[in-house]
């Protein structure tokens, strides 16, 4: 019990090191421009001194497509769900 107490401050510290983000560990991994994530690639839309706002925003766009198409195609199972929980209407 003791040693559980201890050992968790320690496993905090360490897990907050300054500089120790997902980016950076996940940036490097992908070092081939064919096969970036969606967030990578959108990424690569902004520079030090400038960014691409239109190519951004329409990356943005595109990448919402499939989800809301998804949605859609999905939508009367989602409010079947919520009426069959009994949660419609708060």
Do not use: C
């Not at 120790?20 to 421009?33: E, H, I």
């Not at 064919?34 to 400038?50: I, N, R, S, Y």
């Amino acid at each position: 019990m003791i040693l559980a107490v201890a050992l968790d401050p320690a496993l905090d510290v360490t897990h907050h090191v300054p500089g120790a983000d997902w980016a950076g560990v996940n940036r490097p991994a992908v070092t081939s421009t064919d096969k970036m994530t969606v967030p990578l690639g959108l990424a690569t839309f902004q520079g030090a001194h400038a960014t691409e706002w239109t190519l951004l925003m329409a990356g943005n766009v595109m990448s919402l497509v499939p989800m809301l198409l998804i949605f859609f195609a999905a939508q009367r199972y989602f409010i079947r769900s919520v009426a069959a929980t009994g949660l419609a209407g708060t």
